[in-house]
């Protein structure tokens, strides 16, 4: 069987990873009908969109996607194109494995946990005031009328919505995921002390949604002990559920715990469509060196194999960088840097991605 994949390379790295991640699918033997498709800044350039509608279009038609890191376009008007492909799509659920491999050169061992962050709402629905605009000072006023002062004058105003609908669904799918995986815990982080409308809802929500799911054990935590708690002590956690953005912090913290953002994979899940990609950016600080770590990326796309129901070839994937990692000859300078303190020595994205693919 031929599974059609829509394939969007994006910026900086993102068609170097690509590539190496393409070899390693390849290798597993499935195989797979490539659409590529174009996104970000880049294609902003070329086409004055970031986000053509044949791009969309082809999501639509294939239902599922892999594709590199974007770059907003700067001075473009034109918001983030992953906020926009979540939204099209109703993308609402993004899963982020976070596992220790041996030889990930990262000060902890024992790391085994998922950040499932919801991925429509909260800060990053976009919903944005400049200072000094006649929005801003219309709601400043309206505000004024109930809380006199409240707001200073020259304020902007970025709007959080969060609602019980869409907490609902999140918290239903971290715990859904738990029971699937065979996880023991779920997590609920909010700041509830202090957004007692917002993060109150959330954790309200997730505390009524625990019930269905007696055989999981269910805790909450504050946002701000929780970070501390994942350093000192990232064993304690199994899945994490969290409103938009503290997802996207804890997300990059995550990764910090298993090695770096090389190595951080992920997926945007929706009900009638899945977009699998690394939790880090287009890095274009190290853009077309052949420096980069691919393995996001890879590890996304064992995601992407097992949600096309190829579970052994994702598994083989898995277990190729496992042992490419373990075996430490042939790793990229994150991954040397993190070892040794240096990246002498290091692999090219190219040689590496042809170690896991052989
Ligand atoms: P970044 O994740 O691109 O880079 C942060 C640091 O991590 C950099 O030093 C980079 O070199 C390093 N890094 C990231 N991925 C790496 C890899 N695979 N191998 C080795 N090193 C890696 O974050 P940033 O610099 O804040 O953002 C750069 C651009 O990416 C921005 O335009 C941002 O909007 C965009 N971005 C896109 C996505 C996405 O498409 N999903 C996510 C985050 C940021």
């Known amino acids: 069987m031929t599974h059609t994949v829509t394939l969007i390379p994006g910026d900086g790295i993102g068609p170097e990873i690509c590539a190496a991640m393409q070899r390693v699918v390849a290798a597993t033997g499935v195989k797979i009908d490539w659409r590529e498709a174009q996104a970000g800044a880049g294609t902003y350039e070329q086409c004055g969109t970031p986000l053509p509608q044949e791009t969309l279009d082809a999501v639509a038609a294939t239902g599922v ?190 990764a910090g715990l298993v090695g770096g953002l090389g190595l951080a994979p992920g997926a945007n899940i929706g009900r009638d469509c899945a977009i699998f990609e690394a939790t880090h950016g287009s890095a274009p600080d190290i853009a077309g060196q052949d420096i980069a770590n691919p393995t996001a990326l890879i590890l996304s796309a064992a995601m992407m194999l097992d949600h096309l129901g190829e579970k052994a070839a994702g598994d083989d994937v898995r277990q190729a960088v496992r042992s490419v990692l373990a075996q430490g000859a042939c790793v990229t300078a994150d991954i040397r840097r993190n070892l040794t303190g240096s990246a002498q020595g290091a692999a090219g994205c190219t040689a590496y991605g042809d170690a896991v693919a052989e």
């Open 65 to 254: 996607a892999i594709k590199g890191p974007t770059a907003t376009p700067v001075g473009s008007g034109f918001r983030s194109i992953n906020v926009a492909l979540r939204r099209a799509f109703d993308l609402y659920s993004c899963v982020r494995p976070c596992l220790s491999m041996p030889g990930d050169g990262s000060r902890y061992t024992d790391v085994d946990l998922v950040v499932v962050r919801e991925n429509t709402e909260d800060l990053y629905a976009g919903i944005e005031f400049d200072q000094g605009s006649a929005q801003a000072r219309h709601i400043i006023e309206a505000i004024d009328q109930a809380q006199p002062g409240a707001i200073r004058p020259d304020s902007a105003i970025s709007i959080k919505p969060i609602s019980v609908s869409g907490s609902e669904r999140i918290v239903r799918y971290a715990f859904e995921y738990a029971r699937a995986q065979g996880r023991r815990k779920v997590c609920a982080v909010h700041k509830a002390n202090i957004m007692k409308a917002t993060d109150g809802l959330f954790m309200h929500t997730a505390q009524r949604v625990a019930k269905d799911y007696p055989e999981i054990e269910f805790e909450t935590r504050i946002i701000d002990a929780c970070c501390m708690g994942l350093v000192v002590n990232p064993a304690d956690f199994d899945v994490l559920v969290l409103p938009n953005l503290y997802g996207d912090i804890v997300s990059d913290l995550c």
